[in-house]
C-alpha cells in the first residue's frame, strides 16, 4: 500500500519589529489582512524585498541583526490538501 505523497509545503513572510526583542516575529499581512502564502520559496523572497528593501539590503551586506525572513508553513499529518 503506497503513502500518499506530502503536498508541497507553502511559504510565508516574517518581520521583526523591534530589533531589541529578538523573540518578537509578526506575519506579514496582504492588504485583505491575511499573511501573504506563496507556493515557491522564490516568489516569496521576491515579495520579502519589495515590501522592506531597506532591511532585506542590509541583510544582504550583514549590516545589523536579521530582522525579515521566509518561513515554511508546517501541515498536520491530518490537514487535507487545499
Do not use: C, N
Not at 519589529?17 to 515557491?40: C, I, M, N, Q, S
Not at 516568489?43 to 532591511?55: D, H, N, S
Not at 544582504?60 to 525579515?68: L, N, Q
Not at 508553513?73 to 490538501?81: K, L, S, T, Y
Request: hydrophobic share 35%.
Amino acid at each position: 500500500m503506497p503513502y500518499p505523497k506530502p503536498a508541497p509545503p507553502k511559504f510565508k513572510l516574517q518581520v521583526q519589529e523591534d530589533e531589541t526583542d529578538h523573540r518578537l516575529w509578526h506575519d506579514v499581512l496582504a492588504p485583505d489582512g491575511k499573511p501573504y502564502v506563496f507556493d515557491r520559496e522564490d516568489e516569496a523572497r521576491a515579495k520579502l524585498q519589495e515590501l522592506f528593501p531597506v532591511l532585506s539590503g542590509l541583510e544582504k551586506y550583514a549590516a545589523g541583526p536579521k530582522r525579515t525572513r521566509v518561513i515554511v508553513i508546517a501541515r498536520d499529518d491530518d490537514e487535507a490538501p487545499d
